[in-house]
Structure formats: structure tokens, C-alpha cells
């Protein structure tokens, strides 16, 4: 059993480094040998969820997260399909790197298209999205139909930098999944049912740690 540490003897730098460690000799004794380059992302997935499936479930194209960490850059945008993503974004990583993070979802003129057309408004989310002059990479976490407007747009020519593929759900979620998945585009996509926009917010600050070593508290 593990030993109780009294409230405030931990800070939480101290405590992400202790979860991190016992996440490793989990799934080392689980008998799982996880890349270098996927730990990052894979360990920040599983100490927000608690949950080793996603050792299992957890896809990553070859070459995503190279690809993710040049693109990491000033100028770049995150475009999120919830406000609770945007929310979990650390926001001085975002800072540090000279980017910006947006979530188009409470725009009036999105909820107005969205009703007009009869869609979605993660859909028109996603080609305001497209239609953005700059690296952008794309963290889903909910809307399966953005995802599956992403797949339509990446065959008229759109090309994110990468996209964070994990709605949580049982309508379209699955088959949104891969579907995007079939497109070629850069992704990080959890396969199955099991995602959320906490999961979507912990990939891309994953990624920015992996970019910005030096990061502190804040």
C-alpha cells in the first residue's frame, strides 16, 4: 500500500513527478515497452484519465509528433472544439511559445452559421479553422463531426499541422476516428470510444513540455 504524504508536504511539480513514476512501474510490470518520443504524451494522458487502456488505444502517425513539435512555433494556433479544452491548455506554455489558442464555439457568427445550415457548431468551428492563414493544429476532444469535417476538408486541400483526434462518445465516435486516421494528415488519435476534451488539452500540453523543457509552475 502506498504511504499517505500529509496535505501540503507535496508540490505539485513534486507530485506530477511521482505520478510519472508510478505510471512507468505500472506498465512496466503490465510488460509494456512504450517509445521515448510517445511517453511524454502517453504518461500526461493516462495521470489525467488514471486509465493504462490508453497504452493500448493511444494511435500516433509516424512522423505526428515531429511534425507537432516544429510546429510549435510563434504564430501557430491551437484551435480547440470546446471551451474546456481551451481551458486545460497551459496557458504559459502557450505563452512562452509565442502561439495562441482559440476555441471558435461561443462566436455568435458560428452559432448563427451552425443553425442556418443545420450542422454542428464544432463543424463551422473547424473551417474557420481552415480557412486561418498560419500553422494550426487542431485538438478535438468531443465533437466526432469535427473530426469527419476535417476529413472533408483535408480532400479539398487542408493540411493542419496536426490534429488531436479524441472524442469521447458512441455516436460517429469511433468511425469519425478512423476515418481521420485514413486521411494521411499528422494525428493523435485515441482509437475506441474513450477520449474527452481533458484527454484533448493533455496531448497538446504534452507537446508543448516536450517543446519547452525549461517549463515551470505557472
Given at each position: 500500500?502506498?504511504?499517505?504524504?500529509?496535505?501540503?508536504?507535496?508540490?505539485?511539480?513534486?507530485?506530477?513527478?511521482?505520478?510519472?513514476?508510478?505510471?512507468?512501474?505500472?506498465?512496466?510490470?503490465?510488460?509494456?515497452?512504450?517509445?521515448?518520443?510517445?511517453?511524454?504524451?502517453?504518461?500526461?494522458?493516462?495521470?489525467?484519465?488514471?486509465?493504462?487502456?490508453?497504452?493500448?488505444?493511444?494511435?500516433?502517425?509516424?512522423?505526428?509528433?515531429?511534425?507537432?513539435?516544429?510546429?510549435?512555433?510563434?504564430?501557430?494556433?491551437?484551435?480547440?472544439?470546446?471551451?474546456?479544452?481551451?481551458?486545460?491548455?497551459?496557458?504559459?506554455?502557450?505563452?512562452?511559445?509565442?502561439?495562441?489558442?482559440?476555441?471558435?464555439?461561443?462566436?455568435?457568427?458560428?452559432?448563427?452559421?451552425?443553425?442556418?445550415?443545420?450542422?454542428?457548431?464544432?463543424?463551422?468551428?473547424?473551417?474557420?479553422?481552415?480557412?486561418?492563414?498560419?500553422?494550426?493544429?487542431?485538438?478535438?476532444?468531443?465533437?466526432?463531426?469535427?473530426?469527419?469535417?476535417?476529413?472533408?476538408?483535408?480532400?479539398?486541400?487542408?493540411?493542419?499541422?496536426?490534429?488531436?483526434?479524441?472524442?469521447?462518445?458512441?455516436?460517429?465516435?469511433?468511425?469519425?476516428?478512423?476515418?481521420?486516421?485514413?486521411?494521411?494528415?499528422?494525428?493523435?488519435?485515441?482509437?475506441?470510444?474513450?477520449?474527452?476534451?481533458?484527454?484533448?488539452?493533455a496531448i497538446v500540453n504534452a507537446l508543448m513540455?516536450?517543446?519547452?523543457?525549461?517549463?515551470?509552475?505557472?
Amino acid at each position: 500500500m502506498e504511504q499517505t504524504e500529509r496535505a501540503g508536504a507535496l508540490r505539485p511539480m513534486e507530485i506530477e513527478r511521482r505520478s510519472f513514476e508510478i505510471i512507468d512501474a505500472e506498465l512496466k510490470k503490465m510488460g509494456r515497452e512504450i517509445p521515448a518520443e510517445l511517453r511524454p504524451v502517453l504518461y500526461r494522458v493516462i495521470h489525467t484519465t488514471a486509465d493504462f487502456e490508453y497504452a493500448d488505444t493511444l494511435y500516433v502517425s509516424e512522423g505526428a509528433i515531429r511534425q507537432a513539435l516544429d510546429a510549435l512555433r510563434p504564430g501557430a494556433l491551437i484551435v480547440t472544439d470546446t471551451n474546456m479544452a481551451l481551458s486545460g491548455l497551459h496557458k504559459s506554455a502557450v505563452r512562452k511559445l509565442g502561439m495562441e489558442c482559440i476555441c471558435f464555439m461561443a462566436d455568435p457568427g458560428v452559432a448563427e452559421e451552425a443553425k442556418r445550415r443545420g450542422c454542428t457548431r464544432a463543424l463551422v468551428s473547424m473551417e474557420r479553422a481552415a480557412a486561418e492563414q498560419r500553422q494550426v493544429i487542431l485538438a478535438v476532444g468531443n465533437a466526432p463531426t469535427a473530426l469527419l469535417r476535417i476529413t472533408e476538408l483535408s480532400r479539398e486541400g487542408f493540411r493542419p499541422a496536426l490534429v488531436v483526434g479524441v472524442p469521447v462518445g458512441f455516436v460517429n465516435v469511433v468511425q469519425s476516428k478512423e476515418a481521420l486516421i485514413a486521411t494521411g494528415l499528422p494525428c493523435i488519435v485515441n482509437r475506441g470510444r474513450k477520449g474527452g476534451s481533458n484527454v484533448a488539452a493533455a496531448i497538446v500540453n504534452a507537446l508543448m513540455y516536450m517543446k519547452d523543457e525549461t517549463r515551470g509552475e505557472g
